[in-house]
């Protein structure tokens, strides 16, 4: 009966936080409606005639995290077939302790050496590329793609230890096989392990996705905090940054709809987390 009830706790929290979060987002809806919200690209909450639209700002989650998907998704998986494959003892415990401490260093310190190291850089890449421009707007490095890679490096952790993992749980047998028949080591490694192991490798994805996608600490940082198209040399605010810089002083209309935001959001990571209950679901079926 106490460990049932410690699983129901468990489940009551998440009904709760459901609850909660569409209770406190839906009056702004309704209020503002469907159409302003989700198909306007202008968000001036406290202006004389406020505006509450945050296309740009759901889509420069979705770039960004898709951006950083694309970068951090291949070195994670590669990082993990060396060390389940091609790494000594010695080197393997060396990379994973890498990837331990990148694992627990708080996402604010990401930010303050990406305001540090990261946006000086891209600020000199900015001035090149637009050097002859006379209508881009300099952000000072703090832009998408800023943000874009601090999120890779935060997702790499995730994606590496899944992945790892996933590539040793597969049976030996489909390694001995394939060189038994001939097969190189590397042909043994992209032919017959990755695929075997690509439930545990989606399940990698996709979790590293939701981690990137609930970010807001560092990307607060180093994403500059305006509103504008997800380009990668555009100042631009995510979801969770938006929340994050204007909760402490909204008021009324406004504080709801960053309830609104929040619900959003909430509901882009729970489909992340059904997604990766099914892959996990049909990884043990097979």
Not at 135 to 150: D, E, K, M, P, W
Request: hydrophobic share 55%.
């Amino acid at each position: 009966m106490f460990f049932t009830f410690c699983a129901a706790l468990a489940i009551l929290a998440v009904v709760a936080i459901c609850f909660y979060m569409i209770l406190k987002g839906i009056p702004a809806v309704r209020q503002v409606g469907i159409k302003e919200i989700f198909l306007r690209t202008e968000w001036r909450p406290t202006a004389e005639e406020p505006k509450f639209g945050i296309l740009y700002i759901i889509l420069t989650s979705l770039v960004g995290t898709a951006a950083s998907a694309l970068i951090g998704v291949p070195a994670g998986i590669l990082t993990a077939v060396y060390l389940a494959e091609l790494a000594d003892q010695r080197r393997a415990e060396l990379v994973r302790d890498a990837v331990e401490i990148l694992a627990g260093i708080p996402s604010v310190i990401y930010g303050l050496l990406g305001i540090c190291l990261l946006n000086p850089l891209m600020y000199r890449l900015e001035r090149r590329v637009f050097a002859d421009s006379g209508t881009h707007r300099f952000t000072g490095g703090a832009n998408l793609l800023s943000a874009v890679l601090v999120l890779t490096v935060m997702m790499l952790p995730t994606v590496i230890r899944i992945s790892e993992v996933s590539i040793r749980a597969v049976h030996p047998g489909v390694k001995a096989s394939s060189l038994a028949l001939g097969a190189s080591r590397i042909q043994t490694i992209f032919h017959c392990l990755l695929p075997a192991a690509r439930p545990g490798l989606l399940t990698a994805v996709v979790l590293g996705t939701g981690r990137a996608l609930g970010e807001a600490m560092a990307i607060t940082l180093v994403s500059g905090g305006s509103v504008n198209a997800p380009f990668l040399f555009n100042s631009v605010r995510f979801l969770t940054t938006a929340v994050v810089s204007e909760m402490g002083y909204a008021q009324g209309l406004h504080r709801q709809m960053l309830f609104t935001i929040g619900l959003v959001l909430f509901g882009f990571i729970l489909l992340v987390n059904g997604i990766a209950a099914r892959i996990l679901r049909k990884g043990r079926e097979h």
